[in-house]
């Protein structure tokens, strides 16, 4: 190369240096000017204290606070400290869903003396593997529904209305639970195909505003009713009245999460807030509600029953007593019981953290009441409530539960990763976001595997527990089975805190006496 052409090469490197200097002093002096913006803007501001005394420096708090919720799960939190569900269970429902090896090593980090946590009670002489059977299968509506329905499955998936979910997740859900034999519940967004593509038992359900089948004036249709219920897929029916996150509020759909998919499927208008009154219009009594009950039963053909979280529990006694009047075929078929740390797509505050019983109250409190007034077999239980991990399952079906049903495990299983964006439109996972971007994570095939191997593993890991009880199956793990740790850290029979109640004729003045 002669010297002409390396004095080229080298003016022209000078050249590209010098523009990069000049736009670096000019980024450099943009950014002082902005800062200085910053600052002044700080100082002069009134609403916001920590940016009025620290000055730019402030501001750095809310991004921090942000970017906590997403990296303290990776860095800080101990395997049992978060909340809603902490990394251990989380980690089981992750491995149960990739369908990897479940065992651990060296030792439970899980300490046994905590007031309220249960531990299950080992049989001498565990059921051995050739006399493990299936759990039995159950029927809700015999002899009262026209098209009563028989399943064995004992671990579903929670109503999770299509809004909250978004369509890959709601269709993985479809075919992992057609897959695994288990049921999918609508929850109260109405009935979409995406439900139906996979060819699973679907549980619909009712919710205040009626969505999928309303009127002109919001009440239920029994045109549309009929409709949903002409699904060969759809097996029941499930009105609600409350749920666990959320008692006295109905469902809360942004605007933004309205697509004009989701209006069309729930019969409102598009972008939107889709808020759900706090109750059902139509009853305000437990004879009402019997009524409504009847009429979709009637209607349709199918097992009808409700969802509630259990609160005050006086008109529990009063629908039994209703119910003893007018003949056991008056009954719900099921009633669904919801923890007062249930899940939602958005709630407030106070109703999520202060309102409601949990499930280790309302649950015996429920199937208790229901075996004092003889409706024990009539009326099946189902429950949900932070019940993703193969013990807290095995802990409801001791204590009293036909079925479990499971919302935020089935959400992990999709690939959540607990950032509680739900209510945002913003799911880095395409769990709960109509944002195509964010939805292309979320393969429907891929992850519909990962709800399959979920809902498997549970039952499979359900039955290691009932066989080391030394019972065949799930279905027969009783009170007797499990101890609760008291306040002294000691365990104690949940049969003797709980104990098990027979029917008894029961009147309204008995009550105080039982
Ligand atoms: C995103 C999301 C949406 C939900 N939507 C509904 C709904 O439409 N109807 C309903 O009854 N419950 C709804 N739930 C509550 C769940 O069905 C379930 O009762 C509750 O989360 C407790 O179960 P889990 O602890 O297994 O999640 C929703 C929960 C979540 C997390
Ligand atoms: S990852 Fe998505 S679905 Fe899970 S909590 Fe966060 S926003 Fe909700």
Redesign the pocket.
Known sequence: MDLQAVAAIYAFAVKVLQIFAMLFAFGLVVLVLYVVYLYLSDVSQTKQAIRRNFPVLGRFRYQFEHLGEFFRQYFFALDREEMPFNRAQRSWVYRAAKNVDSTLAFGSTRPLNQPGDIVFLNHPFPTLAKDAVPPREVTVGVGVARRPYTTRSIFNISGMSFGALSVPAVRALSRGAAKAGIWLNTGEGGLSPHHLEGGCDIVFQIGTAKYGVRDENGLLSDEKLKAVAAHEQVKMFELKLSQGAKPGKGGILPGVKVTPEIAHVRGIPVGMDSISPNGHPEFRHVDGLLDMIQRIREVTGKPTGFKCVIGNSDWLHDLCEAIQKRGPESAPDFINIDSADGGSGAAPQSLMDYMGLPLNRSLPLVVDLLAQYGLRDRIKIICAGKLLTPSMVAWALAMGADFVNCGRGF?FALG???????NKNT???G??THNPDLQQGLDPVDKAERVYNYAHNMEHEVGIIAHSCGVPEPRMLRRAHVEVINERGTPVPLSELVPDVKPKSVIASDRGAS
């Open positions: 959400m959540c990763i607990q950032a509680m964006q739900c799911c880095p996972t769990v709960t």
